[in-house]
């Protein structure tokens, strides 16, 4: 018999007399108990959501409905300490209000994760029992402890899950991660009955995945057909072996991630059969990207050693002589929550964060000096506080944007604050005095770079829709303003200071939206957008920066380099790259850009010569290290906190 609204109440209150604590005090009586007891004031707040009137609330029943939204973050405070069957429970009837619809989100379900009562996978195995036998296969929680079986099978749950299989076969809805849980726990006749349906018209991609575990070692024997180059000419193409590509560059099963995404399991299937890695190498040069991406991605998971015996001797002729990289000095930083790296160079220094509230300027020359330092005035720091994956996060507490002046020893930020002191921008000295101030009443200010010599400080901000400002270099009172446009959200801007121009550059990145570039300079009356190539939504060129004194912008897209004029933005003869590019970077004379030649990580840099774009030479690239920005001959990269300057060598007199 289920419980009262009434019968709970007098439970509560009996147990708050007990404890010594007034019962007719104002304040919730949960939040009473959850002072006292934060895992009891849980349980009781749990069993609130069991009583009669709850389970049959309407939405008209307000004050209940409060009640609800209270003891639901009671549960919350209190979830630590329930034990599995109190977990089981809450789960079950929804008590949690989790949106289940976002698995491969696992920040978000860090709650559950870590939960000392879910930790075993036996215990998720438990939950998944109770939720299925109350709501069927299909109910919100399943889809997630299924994942998790996947990523921690229990082998005894191989029989049941593959009943499940068999049941709900032709269920795109719960067939894939029933699949992959069938051939997770390792059942054997589950996984030759899914090997099976690979030979279907429409096989799937668990048909691939579980013909692969058969025996990896000899997955090549069954399954190396559907990597015929052939397959893979232009027009439609076999489902088979598409699936094929996806797995072996998953490298493991799915369990709910992202298509494209690498498994949270790696089970090694390209180097448990060598014989995988010619096949892929013979389709790397596939101009479709939607093969030649999941190639790269597949050789990632090979062994070196194999790749490189089957790769051809590099020709001297088409290389051009050995470049190195040698490494000139390195400092640690920090990036808080700040979208990007918080890091900027402008006459040959670098501004960084050892910490997320002190800033350091270094020369970057060998040893990698300090030019001046500061600690932050208090209230300004980078962000701490994570970005929801679905938003820009500039409204988020901190600084959002970093403009190193060119020539003097000063610093502009850009940062958002619930407190007006802190909102703005700031111009700080090199003992970190505050100088100037742009308060940006009506606006958000996002990123914001110097124009050429310093001569005005632009700001990209938002104000009912994106706007660039002009702010006066010494006082920063704004000059005057341009919209630019409304970008779909998330909008990502970027800085590019031009060394020769005083314009504004901003690049807009919206994701699968496009991107956009946009350029604002002084008109006669006021400020204009500057009218170039790039200023309309586009999907292919993305623009790295500026080169050769600010003549040239540097651009690519996934198999090509493309210099373009300033300010035009005209292209010049693009330039084929040998790999798939991991940035580009340039400086008056040279062009570095790092390559991924078989995996999908750089493992070559290429140099190309300016103005006329002939590469000069190739290099091995440090494993692991993200290119930041190319100073004359000096490249600085990023990798695991710290920021490395390198000296390019072996150039001469090219």
Not at 272 to 279: I, N, S, T
Not at 333 to 347: E, L, R, S
Not at 384 to 397: F, N, Q, T, V
């Amino acid at each position: 018999m289920s419980e009262t609204l009434g019968t709970w109440e007098r439970a509560l209150s009996k147990r708050l007399a007990e404890a010594g604590s007034p019962t007719d005090s104002a304040a919730d009586p949960l939040d009473v108990l959850a002072a006292i007891d934060a895992t009891e004031a849980a349980r009781f707040a749990l069993r609130l959501m069991l009583v009669d009137e709850m389970r049959n609330l309407t939405p008209y029943e307000m004050a209940l409905g409060d009640r609800k939204r209270a003891a639901h973050g009671t549960i919350l405070r209190g979830l630590s300490g329930l034990s599995l069957d109190e977990m089981t429970s809450a789960l079950v009837i929804g008590a949690l209000w989790v949106n289940w619809n976002v698995p491969w989100q696992h920040e978000r379900f860090t709650f559950l994760s870590e939960h000392p009562a879910l930790l075993a996978p036996e215990a998720r195995l438990h939950v998944l029992r109770a939720a299925v036998a109350a709501h069927g296969w299909l109910a919100a929680p399943v889809g997630w402890f299924l994942h998790r079986l996947i990523e921690d099978p229990v082998p005894e749950s191989g029989d049941e899950l593959y009943a499940a299989w068999r049941e709900h076969r032709g269920d795109a809805r719960v067939e894939p991660a029933l699949a992959e849980a069938v051939i997770a726990a390792g059942h054997c006749e589950g996984i030759a009955a899914i090997a099976a349906t690979l030979d279907t018209d429409t096989p799937s991609r668990d048909a691939v995945s579980a013909s692969l575990c058969l025996d990896p070692t000899t997955a090549t024997e069954r399954l190396g057909h559907l990597l015929d180059p052939a397959r893979f000419d232009p027009g439609p193409r076999p489902l088979g072996s598409t699936h094929l590509l996806d797995a072996l560059k998953a490298n493991g099963l799915r369990g709910g991630e992202i298509h494209g995404f690498p498994s949270r399991r790696p089970r090694g299937w390209v180097r448990a059969d060598p014989r995988w890695v010619p096949l892929l190498l013979s389709l790397r040069g596939n101009r479709d990207p939607n093969v030649s991406s999941p190639v790269r991605g597949a050789l990632a998971h090979a062994d070196p050693e194999v790749v490189a015996a089957h790769l051809p001797k590099p020709s001297k002729k088409k290389t051009g002589k050995g470049l190195t990289l040698r490494e000139a000095g390195r400092a640690p930083f920090v990036g808080g929550a700040y979208w990007g790296d918080p890091m900027v160079t402008a006459g040959g220094r670098l501004a960084l964060f050892p910490r997320i509230s002190h800033l350091e300027v270094r020369h970057v020359t060998d040893g990698f000096p300090i030019a001046f330092a500061f600690e932050l005035p208090a209230g300004l720091a980078l962000p701490s506080e994570a970005r929801d994956l679905h938003d820009d996060g500039w409204g988020r507490e901190g600084i959002h944007g970093i403009a190193l002046h060119p020539k003097a020893s000063r610093v502009a930020l850009s940062a958002s604050s619930r407190d007006d002191s802190k909102n703005g921008v700031f111009l700080l000295d090199e003992a970190g005095r505050v100088t100037a101030r742009w308060k940006a009443e009506d606006a958000s200010p996002h990123r914001l770079h110097w124009g050429a010599d310093g001569t005005t400080l632009w700001v990209m901000a938002d104000a009912d829709g994106a706007v660039v400002v002009a702010l006066d270099p010494e006082t920063l009172e704004e000059r005057g303003r341009c919209t630019i446009g409304n970008f779909p959200p998330p909008a990502f801007p970027s800085a590019f200071a031009h060394p020769t121009d005083d314009v504004a550059c901003f690049q807009i990145v919206c994701g699968q939206d496009g991107f956009w570039v946009k350029c604002v300079e002084r008109a006669a009356k006021g400020y204009k957008v500057r009218s170039q190539k790039l200023s309309a939504v586009h999907h292919d060129w993305l623009m790295y920066g500026l080169a050769e004194g600010g003549a040239a912008v540097l651009t690519s897209n996934d198999t090509k380099l493309l210099v373009r004029d300033w300010p035009t933005m005209k292209p010049r003869k693009g330039k084929v790259l040998g790999g798939q590019p991991w940035g580009i970077a340039g400086s008056a004379k040279w062009v570095i850009v790092p390559v991924a030649t078989v995996g999908s990580a750089a493992d070559q840099f290429e140099v190309f010569r300016l103005p006329d774009g002939d590469k000069v030479g190739t290099g091995p690239w440090p494993a692991g290290h993200v290119l930041l920005d190319l100073c004359g001959d000096m490249a600085l990269t990023t990798k695991d906190g710290e920021v490395h300057v390198w000296k390019l060598e072996g150039l001469g007199d090219r």
